[in-house]
């Protein structure tokens, strides 16, 4: 890690932060297929969609915890296995199957649930950042930090690769799993910020907390697919981090549901954006499935964003609009907005209160934390907003 940039310190205020960055960011709603239709255009070789539109990883399949007979069933239908991921925190097994060149992926999976419809078969979906932040696939062993003092606080993120060089990041403790080599992203950077960062002129909602932080995209045109997040949380079984938090959103999936209902089990919680869709757009996943608590976001004057997703999904909202976070480059912060930036202060707020995993320790710490929340409205607040005292305006960095 870098010295701590006194340097950036010393310098005049508008060095922090760019005056160009003091206005409102605009509504976010289109970002996400902007980004899945830049990602198409650059990476044909490697993404496709699916027949509702979804991008999935070309040619690419998954079965959870498949039986040899469907295995077996799968090779006879052309398919071979890619790659098998042991999730060994969870006790279950990943398979990764190829589709024959020139095949047609959707018919090959409709076959395997035809012919197994007791098992679970998906695209390997691409899910993506649910927010603005101004600014070949290699496993990372996973790191371990230093045994910690009882009741010392951790939180897990699932994102893309943060920037450990910055100023927020000092002093803080990070293990890592996902790149065999660190590549700094924007969104992973102000979503890390936002839970464990520290400086002179930041403080997010954990400082101190141990970060437990997998990058699932390592500059990789397929990442942040179905099975990197499952390899993600399966570290984070492992490494029994109670409270993750993954502002990533996309289609429903077969897999990740398999693997978020193991998690939620062993009593994890799992805090996730809801998405910037717009109100009337369908739910997004993995907010808006059982267990996992969905967060909206809320302006400085406490108004659901009118980009954020609506449901039963939402369970808290939180800051995301008209705040500040950590940036790679100069200047050092930037305006970030979306409901990826709300839900890792829900994030770190719950992991105050739920040290290790456990189901009804992780019940009661939902009920605490509703009980600080301001008055909720179902399907826009849900229980509450919460956390309003830890935006950092963009004025106070002018």
């Not at 959103?249 to 799992?270: F, I, K, S, Y």
């Not at 757009?281 to 499935?289: C, F, T, V």
Request: overall charge neutral; glycine content about 10%.
């Amino acid at each position: 890690m870098q010295p701590l940039g006194n340097r950036l310190l010393r310098e005049p205020a508008e060095t922090l932060l760019a005056r160009r960055d003091l206005g409102e960011l605009p509504d976010v709603r289109a970002l996400r297929l902007a980004t899945l239709n830049q990602l198409l255009g650059r990476h044909r070789d490697l993404l496709e969609t699916d027949p509702r539109g979804d991008v999935f990883v070309r040619g690419q399949l998954l079965a959870w915890s498949p039986s040899p007979a469907a295995l077996d069933a799968a090779a006879d239908a052309g398919l071979r296995v890619l790659r098998t991921e042991p999730l060994s925190g969870l006790d279950e097994t990943l398979v990764v199957l190829q589709v024959p060149p020139g095949a047609d992926s959707a018919a090959l999976l409709a076959r395997l649930r035809a012919r197994d419809p007791d098992g679970s078969y998906d695209f390997n979906h691409i899910y993506t950042g649910s927010g603005s932040a101004a600014a070949a696939e290699a496993q990372l062993p996973a790191a371990r930090l230093p045994d910690a003092a009882p009741g010392a606080m951790a939180v897990g993120l699932i994102d893309s690769g943060i920037d450990s060089t910055h100023p927020v990041f000092h002093d803080a403790a990070i293990a890592r799993w996902g790149c065999a080599q660190p590549v700094p992203d924007a969104h992973g950077t102000a979503v890390a910020a936002l839970l464990v960062g520290q400086s002179a002129h930041f403080r997010g909602a954990a400082p101190g907390a141990r970060l437990y932080a997998a990058d699932i995209y390592c500059a990789s045109g397929s990442g942040g697919s179905a099975e990197r997040i499952a390899g993600a949380l399966a570290w984070m079984a492992r490494e029994k981090v109670a409270v993750i938090n993954l502002s990533l959103v996309g289609p429903p999936n077969q897999a990740l549901e398999r693997v978020v209902a193991a998690m939620t089990r062993r009593g994890h919680l799992l805090v996730a954006a809801v998405g910037n869709d717009g109100p009337a757009a369908p739910p997004l996943y993995p907010a808006s499935y059982p267990g996992v608590v969905g967060v909206s976001a809320v302006d400085k004057r406490g108004r659901v964003l009118p980009e954020a997703g609506r449901g039963p999904q939402v369970m808290f909202a939180a800051p995301g609009s008209n705040m500040v976070s950590a940036a790679p480059g100069s200047p050092p912060y930037r305006q970030v907005r979306g409901t990826s930036f709300a839900a890792p202060i829900v994030a770190a707020l719950l992991a105050r209160l739920l040290p290790t995993p456990d189901p009804s320790a992780a019940a009661r710490a939902v009920a605490t934390l509703a009980g600080q929340a301001s008055d909720g409205v179902a399907g826009e607040t849900g229980k509450g907003v919460v956390g309003q005292r830890l935006r950092i305006d963009p004025q106070a960095l002018k």
